[in-house]
């Protein structure tokens, strides 16, 4: 029997149940990545030795009696989690021979729980594409058409599991890093709540790894399924121990509701400043459909949403302030003359440079939204929304991002415009499920995003459970 594509709760069944061992499941997992990797590029770092004695150790422990949530199950963490013994690079050349002496945070717990490392996933340079690709390690392709990307940033992880290498993965998510890989490759993942899953070790090389509170980052699930996400969630989630004094898992709310019948959902499918493909918004209709024939209260508009088009102007001068460092002033002068006024790029051009006034007049804004938000959660329990404009697009490697474009229908906008989407729960640090819906007409797959309110990350969750159960979820690519 193939175990490569079952989910990790199935996975946990049959190694209670004595059906299979750790073992076994691994050497099949190794066995596929050498395999069927040449042409994804997912596995950029594998681990293979030690995830062998992991899961030797996994069935004695079974053998004694012991368990735990993932106990000899397979699986892949991304490459920017620092991991003892392996290079963490961010895909960055010069830090190509940089090898952390300590586990990320989340890489100890997902070992404490059991979990077998088979390696770590390919990434972007610095983190910081819609795309994975970059000069030590190569280019991730998408498992369903090579000539597309899978994603980024934690698009090795979404190449992953979409190939069956290993049943989760742990992923990172700022400007849609978790949420888009997922709706490219047709799996699963969950940005959690910003602060509600402790972050330290998931750090730049040139980063010490303190305990942190990132601004807009999270770190979270990646599965083949939404129960999947919940059971590594329950995993992931929990303040840092070094500034908690213990590790302890935070109480979450349990789901509003468990039937689709008592869901209350806002449908968004379009955006002022980017439009929307067919194929996204025939998704985004689709999950609507879904809920009103399970009998949820379906509205396509809401006096109670913030302003989309503030909404996706704060993002991205949060984002960019946060992200870049310093730039040459000629750079910048160079940048501002070739983008129009009133544009995201011009937002984005001038953020490269914000005081720290200028942040903070950004973060008053953001406040203001967080509070609009919460209004808008008492009356609804969640908001669906595409996660990016199309689905997978051709590899774009032009050297200057600022320079690319991305194709809606024919139509050409500004590359990062396709981020407004995702920063739409990142900028107020909402939590945010992303599901995938089926495929579109060229045979790729497409997700949604399910947006819940702040720290009742089950909410989401939920409903990603209920709609795989209507509309199915993951496929095996073909």
């Known amino acids: 029997m193939e175990w490569s594509f079952r989910t990790a709760e199935e996975l946990a069944a049959a190694l209670r149940a004595g059906a299979v061992t750790s073992?076994?499941?691994t050497e099949e997992a190794i066995t596929r990545i050498e395999r069927e990797d040449k042409v994804t590029n997912a596995i950029c770092v594998p681990d293979f030795d030690r995830a062998r004695s992991a899961a030797h150790e996994a069935d004695r422990a079974r053998a004694r009696g012991e368990d735990g949530p993932l106990?000899?199950?397979?699986?892949?963490?991304?490459?920017?989690?620092?991991?003892?013994?392996?290079p963490t690079t961010w895909g960055m050349p010069p830090h190509r021979d940089h090898i952390p002496a300590e586990d990320a945070v989340q890489v100890s717990r997902v070992k404490a729980a059991g979990a077998v490392i088979l390696g770590k996933t390919n990434v972007p340079l610095g983190l910081q594409d819609i795309q994975s690709f970059n000069e030590i390690y190569g280019t991730t392709t998408n498992p369903w058409d090579p000539?597309?990307?899978?994603?980024?940033?934690?698009?090795?992880?979404?190449?992953?599991?979409?190939?069956?290498?290993g049943a989760l993965s742990i992923g990172s998510d700022i400007a849609g890093s978790l949420r888009t890989p997922a709706h490219f490759c047709g799996v699963y993942a969950h940005k959690p709540t910003v602060g509600l899953a402790a972050s330290r070790g998931m750090v730049a090389p040139s980063e010490p790894a303190f305990p942190i509170d990132l601004d807009l980052a999270v770190v979270g699930p990646m599965a083949r399924s939404a129960r999947d996400l919940t059971l590594l969630l329950d995993v992931?989630?929990?303040?840092?121990?070094?500034?908690?004094?213990?590790?302890?898992?935070?109480?979450?709310?349990?789901?509003?509701h468990?039937?689709?019948?008592?869901?209350?959902?806002?449908?968004?499918?379009?955006?002022p400043l980017i439009a929307t493909s067919a194929a996204v918004r025939t998704a985004v209709n689709r999950v609507a459909?879904?809920?009103?024939?399970?009998?949820?209260?379906?509205?396509?508009?809401s006096p109670?949403?913030?302003?989309?088009?503030?909404?996706?102007?704060?993002?991205?001068?949060?984002?960019?302030?946060?992200?870049?460092?310093?730039?040459?002033?000629?750079?910048?002068?160079?940048?501002?003359?070739n983008v129009p006024d009133g544009s995201l790029d011009a937002v984005r051009v001038q953020a490269m440079t914000f005081s720290h006034a200028e942040w903070l007049e950004a973060d008053k804004g953001r406040e203001s939204h967080r509070h609009a938000w919460r209004r808008l959660f008492a009356e609804y329990d969640a908001v669906v929304c595409p996660v990016t404009p199309t689905p997978a697009f051709p590899h774009d490697h032009h050297p200057n991002p600022m320079e690319r474009r991305i194709d809606i229908d024919g139509v050409e906008y500004p590359y990062f415009d396709q981020l407004v989407w995702a920063g739409l729960a990142t900028m107020p640090g909402l939590p945010a499920t992303a599901i995938p819906t089926g495929r579109s007409v060229e045979g790729l797959p497409v997700g949604v995003q399910l947006i819940g309110p702040a720290f009742e990350d089950r909410t989401p969750l939920r409903l990603a459970e209920l709609l795989e159960e209507q509309i199915g979820g993951f496929e095996v690519p073909r």
């Open 289 to 301: 459909e879904t809920l009103l024939d399970g009998g949820a209260r379906v509205e396509r508009r």
């Open 304 to 337: 109670l949403l913030p302003d989309l088009t503030e909404a996706a102007r704060l993002y991205m001068q949060l984002l960019i302030s946060g992200s870049v460092a310093r730039f040459p002033i000629e750079s910048l002068e160079r940048l501002r003359a």
């Open 147 to 165: 000539d597309r990307t899978s994603g980024g940033s934690s698009g090795g992880s979404a190449a992953a599991l979409a190939s069956g290498f």
């Open 71 to 86: 106990l000899g199950i397979p699986v892949t963490v991304k490459e920017s989690y620092d991991m003892a013994g392996l």
């Open 236 to 256: 992931m989630a929990g303040p840092d121990p070094l500034t908690h004094g213990v590790a302890h898992r935070l109480a979450l709310p349990p789901a509003r």
């Open 23 to 25: 073992v076994e499941l």
């Open 258 to 271: 468990e039937h689709l019948r008592d869901f209350r959902v806002l449908v968004l499918e379009e955006h």
